[in-house]
């Protein structure tokens, strides 16, 4: 067994062992949140819980809007422009610290009219100051890995995710023992775990990331060419990220935190689906893009499509496997105190069949990012109105089938502008899975 570990870490070349430890380092991460919430939804009641998510629903929606598309423009740059890295980076690190400083001076505001009782922050009263730093180590930590997968040295995310695990399981632990005494300030708690996981990678993805430094420094051409690409692109993930969460939004707006923890836990989507879809797409976009740049639009097509069904032979047994132990694992993970979570976690499965891969990437790789906003705005607006009249038609399941249409009826868009919709679905009918 160890022989094979150790030769996992050996293999560094070849596309399919370059995903697959973008893919274990997914994991690594991915676990970590869920080890998380299995540690604190047992400690937590059911409503502290639901704050708990809450906050981390806020973080990841709110993330995407504040970025701007700036990793986004730094991934398609680096892959078209190698030996401008720097240039780019250290743009890309000035903006995102100017955009901290600009939201800490926004809470610092709101803050201050909690205290003098003008407006109400909650239970995110001070706690609120420190947003600015995981919207920082996010971008940091997510702009450095796609610059290792475009160096083609993905073996080091394998590698440094194993020592973030083990001192963010210490930091766990010590939480939980004297959770006791410090009850009131779960909230910090949480927020300082999502710092100390993107921190520590962000910190190791930098120090051992050759050729790359820590310079922030604004390059107006640079700058505005990410601005370029990347509006356009941020536009369609945020409307894309919104669509995606707009279920949770609606049960935080209308239902109390006892209902949106139990909602969160059915919406639980489990980590390998969206870590091999990452992986595998990260992996061939650089190929993709250089595809299109040659003019063989046709090999970049074939290569999304075969990797598509490639992760199709992976997930959907695993869908099969996760309906069918439904209920003994989310009682593992969370208690049977969110029994009432099963039939939506069950719901939201059927949503992982298109967790095989990133389908707006196939428009990203030809930079036709406003054709990505475009389709994105109409699925935002579809999954408002449908979800909404299945929430009063069947309650809180309804809105899980409005997610699902939704994300149907966008990836089968981006298919259709492709000229892919037909080979799509005779390559999967051919395919044994």
Known sequence: MLN???KFFSIQSGSTAQSLHIAF????????FLLIDFVFSKRLSVYQFGYWKELYFILNLGIPLLSLGLPEGFKYFIAKSEREKNQYWNSLLGAVLMIAFALWVVIGVLNLLHYFDIFSLGEYYLVSLLFPLPFVLFVLNKSLRYFYINQAISYKLSLLIIPVFLIVGAFIYLAVNNLQAIMGYFLWIAILLYVTIFGLLSLLFLVFAKGIGFSPRLKLDYLK?????????????FVGVLTMNLDKLIVSVLESKTVFAIFAVGAFEIPLFAMLSAAFSQQIFPNMV???????????????????????????????????FAEPLLFFIYTDAYAESVILFKTYLLVALFRNNSYGILLTAKAKNTIITKYSLYTLIFNLIFSLLLYIIIGLKGIVLGTLFSTMFYNFSVLGKEKLLKKYFTNFLKSPI
Do not use: C, H
Not at 229 to 234: E, I, K, N, R, T
């Open 4 to 6: 094979r570990i150790k």
């Open 290 to 324: 250089r595809q299109i740049e040659q003019g063989d639009e046709r090999a970049a097509k074939q290569l999304w499509l075969n990797t598509t069904i490639k992760v199709s032979y992976i997930t959907y047994p695993i869908i099969l496997l996760a309906m069918l």
């Open 25 to 32: 380092s997914q994991a690594g991460l991915a676990a970590l």
């Open 225 to 237: 060419a990410m601005f370029g690409y990347g509006v356009p692109l941020y536009l369609a993930s």
